[in-house]
Nanobody, 121 residues
Framework: QVQLVESGGGLVQPGGSLRLSCAASKNIFSINAMAWYRQAPGKERELVAIITTGGSTNYADSVKGRFTISRDNAKNTVYLQMNSLKSEDTAVYYC???????????????WGQGTQVTVSS
């Protein structure tokens, strides 16, 4: 059973910072790309940031220069450092990863359960 477990969400004032973490199950063979998405009330889920196995990154224009995605391959964990937060960053943030459970099996896409980030004074 593959699980992605997020942590680090919460309430923060505008201009503040939060760091999200997402840990994948240890009993997996490999992880390809890992990403963070978010979904605000009444809006579609959108890609925030993505990182490849080699460390290449890409960001939504709305978070460039403020958010940083990173990963620790030894820990099967991806992080999202969020600085200079704005009210419009308020959303449920979801971890996403392409995972191969065992050698010889295919790569499948998995989602975490989501963590709420609220930016408000």
């Amino acid at each position: 059973q593959v699980q992605l477990v997020e942590s680090g969400g919460g309430l923060v004032q505008p201009g503040g910072s939060l760091r999200l973490s997402c840990a994948a199950s240890k009993n997996i063979f490999s992880i390809n790309a890992m990403a963070w998405y978010r979904q605000a009330p009444g809006k579609e889920r959108e890609l925030v940031a993505i990182i490849t196995t080699g460390g290449s990154t890409n960001y939504a224009d709305s978070v460039k220069g403020r958010f940083t995605i990173s990963r620790d391959n030894a820990k099967n964990t991806v992080y999202l450092q969020m600085n200079s937060l704005k009210s419009e960053d308020t959303a449920v943030y979801y971890c996403n990863a392409d995972i191969r459970k065992a050698a010889g099996l295919g790569v499948y896409n998995y989602w975490g359960q989501g963590t709420q980030v609220t930016v408000s004074s």
